[in-house]
């Protein structure tokens, strides 16, 4: 029975890519995050759960930094058609993980990462802010509504220190706009 329900549920996921039905959550930018896990936490009948996903970002601006996000993903039959409007409860944790360099110039706020979250009126962003008095870079990640705007959100600092032999870590401050 258990094998029969998972074959159905696949058939169906089958038939709506088949048909060309996207997922909301798509990434904006075409080489997009990577996923590094996907838990289920609601069991749906015949259509796909919902999850709770992990996925990990570079900054574009900043080398030496990564972000990991956290963001639900709606199952059922809305969630499977790509029509479900997710919620705003997403997680994030910036770390240094290299030598810290900056590849130009940066605005306080200027988008790091930014998807859709439904249809046409909900987006999440992910921004970057710096610190100037600590050397720290701030990362805050919030979903913004067309209509309410989105009070929900979640931060995450980097301060900037030496990696490896050197001595010396870049500021911040000097990178902003």
Known sequence: MIARLKFAR???AGIALALGVGCATAPA???GPDLI???STVW???TPDDKLAVYGIDDPVVNGVACHYTVPEKGG???ML???EEVSDISIACRQVGPISFTGKFEQGDVVYRESRSLIFKKMQIVRGCDVKRNVLVYL???DKLIEGSPKNSTSSVPIMPWGATTDAPKCGDYVR
Do not use: E, H, P, S
């Open 82 to 84: 790509g029509v479900a």
């Open 44 to 46: 749906k009948f015949l």
């Open 37 to 39: 896990l996907r838990k």
């Open 29 to 31: 930018f075409a080489d």
């Open 77 to 79: 039959v809305k969630g």
């Open 10 to 12: 696949a058939a169906f």
């Open 141 to 143: 990640v919030y979903t």
